[in-house]
């Protein structure tokens, strides 16, 4: 227990030092870029710090796992380099017993990460995002023309004039009902639809039905029909949906609406499996600090710091190889999202078993 108190005592005023340099770092990087048109656009500092703030929690999402490595790397290099580490192994404790309480942390540490990423980064770096382009004038309307979606895995085609995101409405929509053989079903257009919270309502609608060689028409939309007008507003919006800066539910919403629609989903997916293995970075880096810890006595900051550097442009690199791996379909994207996280406590399982102890 004193072994553990002690390391701890010295790894978290360190970590804690790193996590919040790193953090200020990347804050007076986001200001620098932004900062001529902040000018130019007489941005009042009120607004500046507000956006500041809310960015936050994601300087702090970047930075974790940066931090966790260099604190782990720098006091364990450190204690070899001043013979402590030497003392405990005199005693009886090899180097995992003695790191095993920091490795347990670690993977607090990665479970606290994917909650706070899913439940705090990712609505206020949106809300950051949306604040900083309104202040600079960039806002971008959601209101979309000339729409065409598939959905329903493809048995239903919407085409409109216009969507109206504030009326949640569609302008002149024409849906094409199509059977399991790809074969036409009925077609439907109204005047409008508005969204009601679960299908579409449709004015002043008509059905067209095929029937043979040629259609039968019907002043009204038979309502099993009008049951499957389900596609939610949000498919109809101006935007392009990125996994990465959506949560949870969110993305799988998304991905279920590619699926349905028949598009392609695995850059989606992968993004999506990414969201569960990423955090895992914050165990892994840590493993990595054990494994390469000891490795010089001089220069213990600076070869800690490059170290940690590294390792973390080695797991990103790798990273983004086997994302864009995933993304062409010549991996699964559960491969693609997890194959990093495996290879890098493979490495770190050799580097422990070759480490000084």
Known sequence: ???????????????????????LVLLLVDLLMNLWQYISNEVAARSILQVLILYIPKTLSFSLPLAILFAASYVLSDLYAKNELTAIFASGVSLFQFTAPLLAVSLVLSYVLFVFEDAVVVPSYAE??????????????????????????????????????????????????????????????????????AHWELSNGVQYTACGAGMSFSPDVQPELTARLT?????????????????????????AHLQRAGLPSAEARSQYYKKYSFPFIVFIVVFLSIGL?????????LVSLISSIGAAVLFYVSQMVTMLL????????????????????????????????
């Open 1 to 23: 227990m004193t072994f553990i108190v002690y390391l701890f005592r010295r790894f978290f005023p360190v970590f804690i030092g790193a996590l919040s340099f790193f953090s």
């Open 128 to 197: 950051k995002t949306a604040l900083q382009n309104e202040l600079l004038g960039q806002t971008q309307s959601l209101d979309n023309n000339r729409i065409v979606i598939i959905a329903d895995a493809g048995y239903i085609v919407y085409k409109a004039d216009y969507y109206n995101n504030a009326r949640q409405s569609l302008t002149n929509p024409l849906v094409v009902f199509r059977n399991k053989d790809a074969s036409l079903n009925a077609v439907v257009s109204a005047e409008e639809a508005m969204w009601n919270g």
């Open 231 to 255: 596609e939610p507003p949000e498919t109809f919006r101006n935007n392009t949906v990125s996994v990465e800066a959506v949560n949870i539910a969110e993305a799988r919403a998304y991905i």
């Open 293 to 301: 810890s000891g490795k010089s006595r001089k220069n213990v900051l």
């Open 326 to 357: 995933a993304r062409f379909d010549y991996i699964s994207p559960v491969i693609g999202a997890w194959a990093p996280v495996l290879l890098f406590i493979c490495i770190s399982v050799l580097l422990l078993k070759f480490a000084r102890t």
